[in-house]
Nanobody
Framework: QVQLVESGGGLVQPGGSLRLSCAAS????????MGWYRQAPGKQRELVAS???????NTADSVKGRVTISRDNAKNTVYLQMNSLKPEDTAVYYC???????????WGQGTQVTVSS
């Protein structure tokens, strides 16, 4: 069992920055992939960025160069630093945890990010 709690969302002006945090608790295993997904109204949920327990990262082409995913394993926390935000970045952002050994997926409840002037 893994519980995920997101924080850091809110309203930001175009060109601004936000840092999202995802704190994980419960049964944290050595082999996992954590990521950030987002879903805008009327659109499919898409993967923004992911990071493995080994530290490898992947970032979607749509946000590459503006978004960085990182982690603090000692605190079981993953961060999503977003810079140069655009109105099209507006979405609910969801933290995810994939237990690779058990092939089991966990989701946070989401945090709203709104980019508008």
């Amino acid at each position: 069992q893994v519980q995920l709690v997101e924080s850091g969302g809110g309203l930001v002006q175009p060109g601004g920055s936000l840092r999202l945090s995802c704190a994980a608790s419960g049964s944290i295993f050595r082999i996992y992939v954590m990521g950030w997904y987002r879903q805008a109204p009327g659109k499919q949920r898409e993967l923004v960025a992911s990071i493995t327990s080994g530290g490898s990262t992947n970032t979607a082409d749509s946000v590459k160069g503006r978004v960085t995913i990182s982690r603090d394993n000692a605190k079981n926390t993953v961060y999503l630093q977003m810079n140069s935000l655009k109105p099209e970045d507006t979405a609910v952002y969801y933290c995810s945890y994939h237990d690779v050994v058990l092939d089991r997926m966990y989701w946070g409840q989401g945090t709203q990010v709104t980019v508008s002037s």
